[in-house]
């Protein structure tokens, strides 16, 4: 059974510190995929990332950067220079690729408080 | 906007009733997925839906059903309601089946149920 871990409940920071949010996942399938969500405090799911489980690259993407590594189970997820609109939820998911139906399953979520 | 829509956005109803949620997929997305959101149980996939035809099914109460019509829009229903049915629930959709597409969200429908 897939698995997804995000061991850190809540991270306070200042505006403009950087802050890494870890995902640990856990799957038997050679072929999956990782996705980042974010929640605002709004209550809507945006599509952050996805990254599948041959390409090792790490990308960045303005203020955001993903490290994934197979080695260790991580997919981990870095905001330089945080500022206060990045509070929010942050989930990490993943889906099993290769079958007919691709559920996401869900870490627990971290929330983020970036504060002046 | 993630061009998922859900109607209706609040729902309160009693312990006992039955209730449906709507939801209505991006254009072009065959697959529809329903999710709840609760705080003891966190985000978890309900069921899954392409093109009509039931395709996973997850952590989903007998009380619930779902389906998905030829229009490709989806209904959720939840029946003998209960306290802890309280929840956000969201229906994603994406263009196919495989893990490999991401999954765009609606804006939920928050359930409470008194």
């Known amino acids: 059974a897939q698995k997804v871990t995000q061991a850190q409940t809540e991270i306070s920071v200042v505006e403009k510190e950087d802050v890494t949010l870890d995902c640990v996942y856990e799957t038997r399938d050679t072929t999956y995929y990782l996705f980042w969500y974010k929640q605002p405090p709004s209550g809507e799911l945006v599509f952050l990332i996805r990254?599948?489980?041959?390409?090792?690259q790490n990308e960045i993407s303005g203020r955001y950067s993903w490290n994934f590594q197979k080695s260790t189970s991580s997919f981990n997820f870095t905001i330089t220079a945080s500022q206060v609109v990045d509070s929010a939820v942050y989930f990490c998911?993943?889906?099993?690729?290769?079958?007919?139906?691709?559920?996401?399953?869900f870490g627990t979520g971290t929330r983020l408080q970036v504060t002046l | 906007d993630s061009g998922v829509t859900q109607t209706p956005k609040h729902l309160i109803t009693a312990t006992g009733q039955r209730v449906t949620l709507r939801c209505s997929p991006r254009s072009g997305d065959l697959s529809v997925y329903w999710y709840q959101q609760s705080l003891d149980q966190g985000l978890q996939f309900l069921i899954q839906y392409y093109n009509g035809e039931e395709r996973a099914k997850g952590n989903i109460l007998e009380r619930f059903s779902a389906q998905q019509f030829p229009d490709l829009h989806s209904e959720l229903n939840l029946s003998s309601l209960e306290l802890g049915d309280s929840a956000l629930y969201f229906c994603?959709?994406?263009?196919?089946?495989?893990?490999?597409?991401?999954?765009?969200f609606g804006p939920g429908t928050r359930l409470t149920v008194l």
């Open positions: 994603a959709s994406s263009v196919g089946t495989i893990g490999s597409g991401e999954q765009f």
């Open positions: 990254r599948n489980s041959f390409d090792e």
């Open positions: 998911a993943l889906s099993e690729g290769g079958g007919t139906a691709s559920k996401l399953t």
